[in-house]
């Protein structure tokens, strides 16, 4: 059995990886990157990626494989595995497997995807490799799917700008928005900073590769499964450039004549 724990220095390795991206992102707000697929199976990235999945744990995909079968398989042999795979363009995702959640305050429920526990190491891989060049155009006060940010630092600037004056907040929300993200729009928006063919290919497998729903894969142009750390990532960069084209930054004014001016 092995359990693989990072090791600080591959923690060091791949955050000089990530700030090494994320600066070079923030000082040319024009550039397109095309040398990051043989970043995604570097033995340091991926084993930072399991370390992630195996911190999430979460159930089976689809092949039924846990955690801890993982584990007793040979973390390392996995690892192994998944980079001769993607070095040799012969990793194919698998479906997600679907199931279905109570959705909180409704009688309704919401789909949940869980992909194989392999596919969320790559996709915990690609996401370690693209999240930083995506991180340096967001804005300040983007907090979703964000590192080191979450809904609680969103509810701080609230207070903070209430005890500043501020009144009114105008929310909005976009419907179904994991399942109405349309593939061809999303693609495009990540090639604004990416134009490596072997990341946009894979990027690609894993939106297409579709989910299990009482052993029928199905599969669509539009939508990113929620539950797999693919969602995550693809979510962002769509929601954030899509916000930035659309209206002024989000802010809190302090009467309802300058929230007027805001829309």
């Known amino acids: 059995m092995s ?3 990072a090791s600080p220095a591959v923690q060091d390795k791949v955050q000089v990886l990530q700030r090494t991206l994320y600066r070079a992102a ?5 550039r397109r990157f095309h040398a990051l697929y043989d970043k995604v199976h570097r033995r340091d990235v ?9 911190r999430n744990a979460g159930a089976p995909g689809i092949d039924r494989q846990t955690i801890a079968e993982v584990e007793e398989y040979g973390v390392a ?7 001769t795979d993607l070095r040799e363009h012969r990793y194919r995702p698998l479906p997600a497997r679907r199931v279905f959640i109570p959705k909180p305050g409704s009688s309704e429920k919401r789909p949940l995807s869980i992909p194989a526990v392999r596919d969320r190491v790559v996709q915990a891989a690609v996401k370690i490799v693209i ?18 940010r979450s809904a609680h630092d969103a509810l701080q600037v609230l207070i903070d700008e209430s005890w500043r004056g501020r009144r009114w907040v105008v929310e909005t929300d976009i419907a ?11 693609m495009e928006t990540v090639k ?12 690609r497998a894993m939106l297409r590769a579709g989910v299990m729903d009482a052993g029928q894969v199905l599969s669509s142009d539009a939508g990113t499964p929620q539950g797999g750390l693919c969602a995550a990532e693809h979510n962002p960069p769509y929601e954030q450039r ?5 209206v002024t930054p989000a802010v809190l004014v302090r009467t309802w004549s300058e929230a007027e001016r805001c829309t």
């Not at 991926?46 to 195996?54: I, K």
């Not at 995506?134 to 799917?145: L, R, T």
């Not at 899509?242 to 659309?246: D, I, K, L, N, Y």
């Open 176 to 186: 179904s928005c994991f399942e109405a993200i349309p593939y061809d729009q999303l």
């Open 192 to 203: 604004e900073r990416i134009c490596d063919r072997q990341i946009l290919k894979l990027l």
């Open 77 to 83: 042999r996995l690892l192994d595995e998944l980079a």
């Open 3 to 5: 359990a693989l724990v």
């Open 26 to 30: 923030k000082a040319d707000p024009g």
């Open 242 to 246: 899509w916000f930035m084209r659309s």
């Open 131 to 148: 999240e930083p060049i995506f991180e340096a155009d967001f804005q300040p006060v983007s907090f979703g799917f964000r590192p080191k």
């Open 46 to 54: 991926l084993e930072r990626a399991w370390f992630q999945v195996r």
